[in-house]
């Protein structure tokens, strides 16, 4: 039985990489960067070369490894094909078939925020669960959906792309990224909270630290913690949208915990109590009780994530 | 290789019973009475006695019968066992259990709603597909998801409970079964149209030939397809609903298809194509083109679908 595993974690600066034991205990993380010119035609390359000098290194055996987990950040069929990686700079890359025949080692291939949240459902804040929906509250608002321990990939790879629920459909004053107006992201991400500050900010009547020209997400929770009313006005908004929207999900999927990660949740309980009380109220009854976590493994979950994959 | 499957539907005043070629092909379908009296404890010992029964007057075999499936309209878990069945007048219940031992033959369990949305991706609106999400318009509002070819249940049997979804938590003018106020049930069941269509003839201002103390689902559809103004206003109200709703649905489990049924979807390509305008507007990118279409098996999804729970 083999004792490693690798977990790849394909970002658009830097490749975070895991050499991980079976168990999930983390023996050794480091980082190359990702080389996006010539359209990205050195990124798997530069993969199997820092596995390979690892390998060496540690004078592995192949019958003692697993496999190779990857996440990158783009849809990903079922043959761990890639058909577009913008922030790559990739078109059309067969990822495990390349990265097979220069290891000789078995590969799997998931999307980056997916595999995040196999991450955490294997050794974070969804330990012991095999059913999750991971919320990445980002720059913009990622997702991962796991039932029976497997990822949901969805149709066209659309799977848990959450951010892009449609959760404010008469809402105009701003457009999403991906050209819709009144997704979940526009108002849950750090970007999206940003928006709902400054429009709070402009018929703001009453005093406040935030000013809408620097304010950023986490002065706002800052300020949400200090009870600063105008915090608690964008906060309540957040709240309703992110708490709603967990419910609505819930009613499809009926998880057993939500595990919230990104850079908004540094904000930490709080934000997790504000979201989950309005989460309560729209649950349907069965699902009233499901657990709000913080995600635990940061920057890492990607990793453990891959690493899961390839144990699969 | 066994040649037949039973697909066994309970519901509340009858029991639906087929028998099927592994194929797909239904080859005997009939119905028993529901005896629900003290504590509903005759009704499976009925179902038993007409499968024997169907069992000894074809002179079946058991090595060519592959097993029974049976859908019961309450939450089942892995074990095939049902905390509750109100409409059967059940407590717990080891249904699989039970049935097994007095018919000495592999029995498969599953709530209705899901194993109606099996039955449409096995031979009905979402054949040759595997990822679908079910969406019956009756007096309430029921789902049924299936991915990868399996029913998604949910953690606490609450997996397809899309009637109960919050989509308007704002809404205070009437309350859902649930307790809740909000769902989706109450906009677009036949029930919610009928309050939909009370709210808009309320404050109608033109003609029309709806009359708010007999308005029935049908009436609203009859005189949208006559281009009765106020109709129009009250299925754009349901089509803005659901649309939405389904377009969030697919950004969480991304389907191959929607399939749409119950008695209300009989108003057919007119409301899919009303809701269709409004999913296309507010789905993600990914998703736009998948198709919405209607069911085909009817009333029989379930007995269909309990005969493919029997061979997976």
Redesign the interface.
């Known amino acids: 039985m083999a004792k490693y595993v690798f977990g790849i974690d394909v970002g658009g600066t830097t490749v975070k990489c895991g050499l991980f034991s079976i168990d999930g205990t983390v023996l050794e993380k480091w980082e190359i960067v990702t080389r996006t010119e010539n359209n990205g035609e050195h990124i798997l390359p530069d993969v199997a070369e820092t596995i390979q000098a690892k390998i060496a290194e540690r004078e592995l055996e192949a019958v003692d490894i697993a496999g190779i987990g990857i996440g990158v950040p783009g849809?990903v069929n079922d043959k761990g094909e890639v058909p577009v990686a913008v922030n790559l700079h990739w078109g059309y890359k067969n990822v495990a078939g390349e990265l097979r025949s220069k290891l000789g080692l078995p590969v799997y291939v998931g999307n980056d925020a997916n595999v995040a949240a196999l991450g955490e459902m294997w050794m974070g804040g969804g330990r012991g669960?095999k059913?999750l929906i991971m919320v990445t509250l980002g720059t913009g608002v990622g997702g991962g959906?796991i039932?029976n321990g497997k990822i949901?990939?969805?149709?066209?790879?659309?799977?848990?792309?959450?951010?892009?629920?449609?959760?404010d459909?008469g809402y105009t004053k701003t457009t999403c990224n991906?050209?819709?107006q009144?997704?979940l992201e526009q108002f849950a991400s750090a970007t999206g909270i940003v928006n709902l500050a400054k429009e709070e900010l402009e018929k703001a009547d009453t005093d406040t630290c935030l000013k809408a020209e620097t304010v950023s997400a986490k002065e706002v929770f800052d300020a949400y913690k200090a009870k600063d009313a105008v915090a608690e006005r964008i906060v309540a908004r957040f709240a309703?949208y992110l708490g709603?929207?967990l419910?609505?999900?819930?009613?499809?999927?009926?998880?057993?915990v939500f595990v919230i990660g990104g850079g908004v949740s540094k904000a930490g309980q709080t934000l997790i109590d504000a979201v989950a009380k309005?989460y309560r109220?729209?649950?349907?009854?069965?699902?009233k009780e499901?657990p709000l976590v913080l995600a635990e493994l940061g920057n890492d979950a990607g990793i453990y994530g891959a690493a899961k994959l390839a144990l699969q």
Chains 1, 2 share one sequence.
């Open positions: 849809p669960t059913n959906i039932i949901l990939t969805g149709s066209h790879g659309a799977g848990g792309e959450i951010g892009h629920a449609n959760v459909p991906c050209g819709n009144g997704c309703e709603n929207a419910a609505v999900f819930a009613a499809v999927v009926d998880p057993e309005i109220r729209d649950a349907f009854a069965d699902c499901t």
